[in-house]
């Protein structure tokens, strides 16, 4: 087992008949890394797994060389936001965080100067010495996620974190999230809002039906669907021209004017030949080009495809 | 083991122990306890008013009743379903209310988890419970006025009443263990507390071999004033006190490590409690 990865070989957990995860083999590594499916498909029951809450039925799981069954070894260095939305009767959200680095063995008065830094950082510095019980559904989730890093763990599980979360808080959290990544840690995230993926993952992991059905960067995910052909979204002044010559393109299978007349979605089963290709176009019909973008690279549209529902992945 | 290792799990230990002793004490959980205390203490200052004044004078009538009441009423239903209400929720408490995952997301063996329930839950019960048994024994010789007072502060009384707060005190550890495991392992705990009460109640119709099986047959041989029990005496043979101290403390170290046992299994399925 390596220390410097997450790895799972051929993971499997079943409820007593029922499925949870089937036969997952995984190498995750340092960066962000999105878990998506919808509702139901696993997500939950791998961080679980992951974290020690569930134990594999059949499998073997290393997180940085550590068995997840060994609970001392393993939250020394992961930290899990799970979904839940519960808390102890009466905490407090400083008495909630000072309690989690007593079993950390911290020291009262660190603790309390560590509590309060995480506040700080989470944003509920004003709101420590009010119950749980009182905070709004996003304070809640602040609070679940200082909770996560108030060790500063190596491996950061975060189960649907952004839920909750108003627009300016989901920002504050990305940036959080990406610069945690940037240091070098694990930060794995769930979600089954797939353009919130897309706009924070390095990678991806897709899940359906308690199966991996896709992992890594979108666009080499992207790449290896070769029965969807890739959508090419070209915003310029001559619409037309450069639909009537890329329809001359043998990889070309589609053309379309959009109802804005000022673009062109192209349709090909080589992008890169398209791209290659395009330059020449733009310049024999000397058409002005705004931007030239990939229409389905999108987390959405690559889970759409590989579940066989493009277009309601969600 | 190292000694840094050992001061660790002491520190952990007793986080958790202090976390539960506070959720027993300060919360709703608490109620039900204090109802349970509430009846023999209510019963001793009922029986305080109205003993007839005949009675009064009697202050041997007063150390049997007592002894009677604690044997068929404090120990087998207060002080047993005080233990099943504190301890039975250590664990099935959380699971209730789905945060059993925040102490499983520690650092934390999950034998130093179940020993800082188990201590907290300890000190939660004997707080209540070892009080109001000094108040109900005292209540018990209140009517005698000022012979009574003697009584409880002389050397028998006052041996009496550490017998009975020991007894009291170990009953709380091996009901309390119990309850703990039952927590682990049932939804609903007082299902089997119900059915362990019924085999309670029960030990003196028992052949000797399954009255070892029983808790309050030791208790029982560890009573200073052993209770009136009519024809059923004949079916009771104390235990020796040393052996039954020592049996109980045993029954509830083996308790304690099924529930360790089992705690290392625990998974979160809240959906499925």
């Known amino acids: ?314 | 083991m190292s000694s840094a290792r050992w001061l660790l799990w002491r520190r952990q230990a007793w986080a958790v122990a202090r976390h539960e002793l506070v959720r027993s004490v300060f919360s709703g959980r608490i109620v039900p306890v204090l109802l349970l205390v509430a009846m023999p203490l209510s019963l001793a200052g009922l029986r305080a008013l109205f003993l007839p004044a005949g009675q009064r004078l009697d202050l041997g009538h007063s150390t049997a009743d007592f002894a009677q009441m604690f044997a068929l009423f404090h120990l087998r239903f207060v002080v047993f379903f005080a233990c099943a209400v504190i301890f039975a929720k250590a664990f099935r408490g959380e699971i209730l209310e789905r945060s059993l995952h925040y102490s499983l997301l520690a650092p934390l063996d999950r034998a130093v988890l179940v020993a800082g329930k188990y201590v907290g839950s300890l000190i939660a019960a004997w707080l209540v419970l070892l009080p109001a048994t000094a108040i109900t024994f005292v209540l018990f010789h209140l009517p005698h006025g000022a012979a009574g007072f003697r009584q409880v502060l002389s050397a028998t009384g006052a041996s009496h009443l550490a017998a009975y707060l020991a007894v009291v005190a170990l009953a709380c550890c091996a009901y309390g263990a119990l309850f703990l495991l039952a927590g682990l392992y049932f939804s609903n705990p007082m299902v089997p507390a119900l059915l362990f009460l019924g085999w309670e109640v029960a030990t003196p119709f028992l052949p000797p071999a399954l009255k070892a099986l029983s808790f309050v047959h030791y208790l029982s041989s560890l009573l200073p004033v052993p209770p009136s029990l009519g024809p059923l005496a004949l079916l009771t043979r104390p235990v020796d006190p040393w052996l039954a101290g020592f049996g109980l403390l045993a029954a509830t170290a083996a308790l304690l490590v099924l529930a360790v046992r089992k705690a290392r299994r625990l998974e979160v399925t809240y959906a499925a409690d």
């Open chain 1, 1 to 314: 087992m390596t220390l410097d990865a997450i790895t799972l070989r051929d993971v499997s957990k079943f409820y007593g008949e029922v499925l949870g995860v089937n036969r997952i083999t995984l190498d995750l590594k340092p960066g962000l890394t999105g878990l998506v499916g919808p509702n139901g498909s696993g997500k939950s029951t791998l961080m679980h797994l992951l974290t020690g809450l569930l134990r594999p039925t059949r499998g073997e799981i290393s997180v940085l060389g550590v068995n997840p069954g060994d609970p001392e070894r393993l939250f020394r260095i992961v930290g899990y936001c799970t979904q839940y939305d519960s808390f102890p009767s009466g905490a407090t959200g400083l008495s909630f965080l000072r309690h989690a680095l007593a079993l950390h063995g911290v020291p009262a008065g660190e603790a309390d100067r560590r509590c309060f830094e995480l506040l700080q950082q989470v944003g509920l510095a004003d709101a420590a010495r009010r119950r749980i019980a009182g905070y709004s559904k996003g304070m809640r989730q602040r609070i679940k996620l200082a909770h996560a890093l108030s060790h500063a763990p190596r491996v950061l599980v975060l189960d649907e974190p952004l839920n909750g979360l108003d627009p300016m808080g989901r920002a504050e959290m990305i940036r959080l999230f990406k610069e945690l990544a940037a240091e070098g840690r694990f930060v794995i995230v769930s979600s089954h809002i797939l353009h919130e993926v897309d706009a924070i993952c390095d990678a991806v992991v897709m899940v359906h039906g308690g199966s991996v059905v896709a992992e890594g960067q979108i666009r080499a995910v992207r790449g290896e669907i070769t029965s969807q052909p890739i959508q090419v979204l070209v915003r310029c002044d001559r619409p037309r021209a450069i639909a009537a010559a890329a329809l001359a393109l043998d990889h070309v299978v589609e053309a379309k004017l959009l109802d804005d007349g000022a673009s062109v979605l192209v349709r090909t089963r080589d992008a890169d030949a398209f791209y290659a290709s395009l330059t020449g176009i733009v310049i024999a019909s000397g058409t002005a080009v705004e931007s030239v973008l990939p229409a389905d690279e999108s987390v959405d549209a690559v889970y759409g495809y590989l579940i066989g529902q493009p277009g309601v992945p969600t």
